[in-house]
């Protein structure tokens, strides 16, 4: 079903709810009035969860529009800044660690320090987290906390229940805090695992806040290339859902672990 935007009466804001402008399915939200070919409008508005056919005010964006622009821009910027509750880690029994940045804004100005660990935290992954598994998992918040509250619950069960229905040994699951892809080298250096994965927020978009990457290595050590990475991202509700990523994820580190190689080398 197609929809118009539902009005709020103003002479009653007391009495009813303010329409929440970021749960109106922009994709089946028609704004331009009497469109020639209306079929073909519906069909392109289903094509893409762009801002398209949007209509105007003049030379303006209608209100409504503006108004959803900035709602999902607040949420972008609350999944970049928001942090990863202290208790999510625990309840997943991962190893929670944190890299050298010390808050959100150093993580964001010093991409650096989101790659490397302190002597506190490397002891912290000596002391629990066995040494030379087949395959490290790593989960990280990156640029999207929301990433990982949203996706972890279905795509973790489903990568480790994979891995092991294949008989891949796992070692215990790091969550890192304030952390980029690259810090998967640093524990790489550390657990010496045949093959590591890092689960990691994206960066947001006005589309989706809640998009998270894999990137897998073979070898996963300090000084590797990102052309070794192999990369499988927009993992979400609307892009490839949790817990399909989760197995196709499994069927791919097998192929790595058998190929020994990832990345461009991966054939």
Same mark, same amino acid.
């Given at each position: 079903?197609?929809?118009?935007?539902?009005?709020?009466?103003?002479?009653?804001?007391?009495?009813?709810?303010?329409?929440?402008?970021?749960?109106?399915?922009?994709?089946?939200?028609?704004?331009?009035?009497?469109?020639?070919?209306?079929?073909?409008?519906?069909?392109?508005? &289903? @094509?893409?969860? !762009?801002?398209?056919?949007?209509?105007?005010?003049?030379?303006?964006? *209608? $209100?409504?529009? /503006?108004?959803?622009?900035?709602?999902?821009?607040?949420?972008?910027?609350?999944?970049?800044?928001?942090?990863?509750?202290?208790?999510?880690?625990?309840?997943?029994?991962?190893?929670?660690?944190?890299?050298?940045?010390?808050?959100?804004?150093?993580?964001?100005?010093?991409?650096?320090?989101?790659?490397?660990?302190?002597?506190?935290?490397?002891?912290?992954?000596?002391?629990?987290?066995?040494?030379?598994?087949?395959?490290?998992?790593?989960?990280?918040?990156? &640029? @999207?906390?929301? !990433?990982?509250?949203?996706?972890?619950?279905?795509?973790?069960?489903? *990568? $480790?229940?994979? /891995?092991?229905?294949?008989?891949?040994?796992?070692?215990?699951?790091?969550?890192?805090?304030?952390?980029?892809?690259?810090?998967?080298?640093?524990?790489?250096?550390?657990?010496?695992?045949?093959?590591?994965?890092?689960?990691?927020?994206?960066?947001?978009?006005?589309?989706?806040?809640?998009?998270?990457?894999?990137?897998?290595?073979?070898?996963?050590?300090?000084?590797?290339?990102?052309?070794?990475?192999?990369?499988?991202?927009?993992?979400?509700?609307?892009?490839?859902?949790?817990?399909?990523?989760?197995?196709?994820?499994?069927?791919?580190?097998?192929?790595?672990?058998?190929?020994?190689?990832?990345?461009?080398?991966?054939?």
């Amino acid at each position: 079903m197609y929809s118009t935007l539902p009005l709020t009466n103003s002479s009653n804001i007391d009495e009813c709810q303010i329409t929440d402008l970021t749960e109106i399915d922009l994709q089946r939200y028609l704004q331009v009035p009497n469109p020639v070919n209306k079929a073909l409008y519906e069909e392109m508005k &289903l @094509s893409t969860p !762009a801002r398209i056919g949007v209509w105007r005010s003049g030379p303006r964006p *209608l $209100t409504d529009t /503006l108004l959803r622009f900035r709602a999902d821009h607040a949420v972008a910027q609350d999944s970049v800044l928001g942090e990863v509750p202290e208790d999510f880690p625990v309840k997943y029994n991962m190893v929670s660690i944190q890299t050298l940045c010390q808050s959100k804004d150093e993580y964001l100005t010093r991409p650096d320090l989101g790659r490397k660990l302190d002597a506190e935290n490397l002891e912290i992954l000596s002391k629990r987290c066995p040494k030379g598994a087949m395959v490290q998992i790593i989960v990280s918040d990156g &640029l @999207s906390s929301k !990433a990982v509250e949203a996706n972890i619950p279905n795509l973790l069960p489903a *990568l $480790t229940q994979g /891995l092991e229905g294949m008989g891949v040994k796992l070692g215990t699951t790091i969550f890192v805090r304030h952390g980029r892809v690259a810090v998967m080298d640093t524990i790489g250096e550390e657990l010496k695992p045949e093959a590591a994965v890092i689960l990691i927020g994206e960066r947001p978009g006005l589309g989706t806040a809640e998009s998270m990457s894999a990137y897998m290595a073979y070898n996963p050590r300090l000084g590797m290339v990102e052309s070794e990475r192999t990369v499988i991202s927009n993992i979400h509700k609307g892009g490839t859902p949790a817990a399909e990523a989760g197995a196709h994820l499994a069927s791919l580190i097998k192929k790595i672990l058998k190929a020994k190689a990832s990345g461009v080398n991966l054939e």
